[in-house]
């Protein structure tokens, strides 16, 4: 007999837990660029830098925690300097490409 499965029942995904290496997080927000929402990729780096521990990422950054929490909130618009500086505490960088036709 087949069991039936209730979505509340369902464990909640978390996708920090599976954002391990820099090259995970490289990859998820090249995507998250590659969609083109700037709102999603202020959301994305918050997720990465809790992830990594958003009080190390703040330390690293030399942004206050509270402002790192408020810069990378959903539908958040962080000034480009905040980007970059959490990206460099994370261990990545933001890269333009050409694009081919």
Known sequence: MTRKIRVADLPEFDLAEHLGSEEDIAAYLTA??????????????????????????????????E???????????PRFDTINRVCAALGVRLVAQAIHA
């Open 67 to 77: 402002a790192l929490y408020k810069a990378l909130r959903p539908n958040a618009s």
């Open 32 to 65: 998250v660029i590659e969609a083109g929402d700037m709102a999603e990729l202020a959301h994305a780096l918050g997720l990465v830098a809790r992830a990594r521990g958003m009080s190390e990422i703040a330390k690293a950054s030399g942004i206050t925690r």
